[in-house]
T-cell receptor
Framework: DTAVSQTPKYLVTQMGNDKSIKCEQNLGHDTMYWYKQDSKKFLKIMFSYNNKELIINETVPNRFSPKSPDKAHLNLHINSLELGDSAVYFC??????????FGEGSRLTVL | SQQGEEDPQALSIQEGENATMNCSYKTSINNLQWYRQNSGRGLVHLIL?????REKHSGRLRVTLDTSKKSSSLLITASRAADTASYFCATRSGGSNYKLTFGKGTLLTVNP
């Protein structure tokens, strides 16, 4: 009974390709997030959705496009991948402004 | 911009010892949270302390908050090898409640 699940766990791809990461939460939370963790373990928020509405959009390149089809799902699509996009991407959810529940991460490697 | 800064960046102790990690932040907050991340895993929430609270306990964890100094500390007592992980503080600020901003983390190694 995984609370926040994201797929795939690993992605290895070439520069210029497009990739998607999917996230689902079964906690009934109303807010979902995407975070990027770099090689130095620094976590930076990218996007947040509350009840399917985009509420946080940090200075992320337009190549990154989130999509929330419903409250339980938040997907991330990345176009024209670059070397600097290599990182671990974490999905998380919370009920309003409470604690965050994280997925296990999706490690993206761009060659 | 980064809100929390943990100190030290790395800490190595022996099993049974106490571990103290500190976090400083810059702007006013609604609450401050501590998370643990085991290697290769997602983050796990440990404890949340609100801006009007000064101290909170959960099992072997003790968190303090000093809003006048804009700092917090996490104390793990009687550490175990299983406590080896990275520990992050994170803050929710008044301007954007939904934005939880993380510090760089402290890597704690507990030697058996």
């Amino acid at each position: 009974d995984t609370a926040v699940s994201q797929t795939p766990k690993y992605l290895v791809t070439q520069m210029g390709n497009d990739k998607s990461i999917k996230c689902e939460q079964n906690l009934g939370h109303d807010t979902m997030y995407w975070y990027k963790q770099d090689s130095k373990k620094f976590l930076k928020i990218m996007f947040s959705y509350n009840n399917k509405e985009l509420i946080i959009n940090e200075t992320v390149p337009n190549r990154f496009s989130p999509k929330s089809p419903d409250k339980a799902h938040l997907n991330l699509h990345i176009n024209s991948l670059e070397l600097g996009d290599s990182a671990v991407y974490f999905c998380a959810s919370s009920q309003d402004v409470g604690e965050l529940f994280f997925g296990e991460g999706s490690r993206l490697t761009v060659l | 911009s980064q809100q929390g800064e943990e100190d030290p960046q790395a800490l190595s102790i022996q099993e049974g010892e106490n571990a103290t990690m500190n976090c400083s932040y810059k702007t006013s907050i609604n609450n401050l949270q501590w998370y643990r991340q085991n290697s290769g895993r997602g983050l796990v929430h440990l404890i949340l302390i609100r801006s009007n609270e000064r101290e909170k306990h959960s099992g072997r964890l003790r968190v303090t908050l000093d809003t006048s100094k804009k700092s917090s500390s996490l104390l793990i007592t009687a550490s175990r090898a299983a406590d080896t992980a990275s520990y992050f503080c994170a803050t929710r600020s008044g301007g954007s409640n939904y934005k939880l901003t993380f510090g760089k983390g402290t890597l704690l190694t507990v030697n058996p």
